[in-house]
T-cell receptor, first 117, second 111 residues
Framework: DAGVIQSPRHEVTEMGQEVTLRCKPI?????LFWYRQTMMRGLELLIY????????DSGMPEDRFSAKMPNASFSTLKIQPSEPRDSAVYFC???????????????FGEGSRLTVL | RKEVEQDPGPFNVPEGATVAFNCTYS??????FFWYRQDCRKEPKLLMS???SGNEDGRFTAQLNRASQYISLLIRDSKLSDSATYLC????????????FGAGTRLFVKA
């Protein structure tokens, strides 16, 4: 079975450019998460969706970041304009069950490594 | 203070050694607990859930102490392939449901 699929795997861009990261969750998973990982801050939750609806976007750093989930099989995370401090690995994850005592496993994609020069 | 704290390590141990990692969490409303493993330049993957009664999966044993808000992971008979970063993960439901990852503990197992 296909896991969570992210693209691009690597992106190098210049400050001020728009960056779009893409994610396809595991089929049937109702929850989709975007995380950012850096050496300094570890893994940080940016936003998560349930049935394509954003539930918690309190981790989105600022207005330069936006995320959408137009359907159950696709999500994007956009940074516009990008800045050097946005350099990080961005992970998408999906889950079948979430919230409550029976919260399920998060399945992560391989990540998108972003470098902003 | 971080909500989930771990000793960053690194822990350098020889093959066959027993090694233990600890993790503390600050939110007493935390509901469920996990250990994830992350290999270098890879994504995190679930290693095991942590249950109140403690649980074992082969060479790995996880313990939870709710009173002390403390989680542990014990690895027996370490293998070279155990070299990775181990992430302590806590789910809590205050101000919305959230999964909080610790910064991870790095383990190097040497031949």
């Amino acid at each position: 079975d296909a896991g969570v699929i992210q693209s691009p795997r690597h992106e190098v861009t210049e400050m001020g450019q728009e960056v779009t990261l893409r994610c396809k969750p595991i089929s049937g998973h109702d929850y989709l998460f975007w995380y950012r990982q850096t050496m300094m801050r570890g893994l940080e939750l940016l936003i998560y969706f349930n049935n394509n609806v954003p539930i918690d976007d309190s981790g989105m750093p600022e207005d330069r970041f936006s995320a959408k989930m137009p359907n159950a099989s696709f999500s994007t995370l956009k940074i516009q304009p990008s800045e050097p401090r946005d350099s990080a690995v961005y992970f998408c994850a999906s889950s079948l069950a979430y919230g409550g005592q029976g919260a399920g496993e998060l399945f992560f994609g391989e990540g998108s490594r972003l470098t902003v020069l | 203070r971080k909500e989930v704290e771990q000793d960053p390590g690194p822990f350098n141990v020889p093959e066959g050694a027993t090694v233990a990692f600890n993790c503390t969490y600050s939110n007493s409303a935390s509901q469920s607990f996990f250990w994830y493993r992350q290999d270098c330049r890879k994504e995190p993957k679930l290693l095991m859930s942590v249950y109140s009664s403690g649980n074992e999966d082969g060479r790995f044993t996880a313990q939870l102490n709710r009173a002390s808000q403390y989680i542990s992971l014990l690895i027996r008979d370490s293998k070279l392939s155990d070299s990775a970063t181990y992430l302590c993960v806590v789910n809590r439901n205050t101000g919305g449901f959230k999964t909080i990852f610790g910064a991870g503990t790095r383990l190097f197992v040497k031949a």
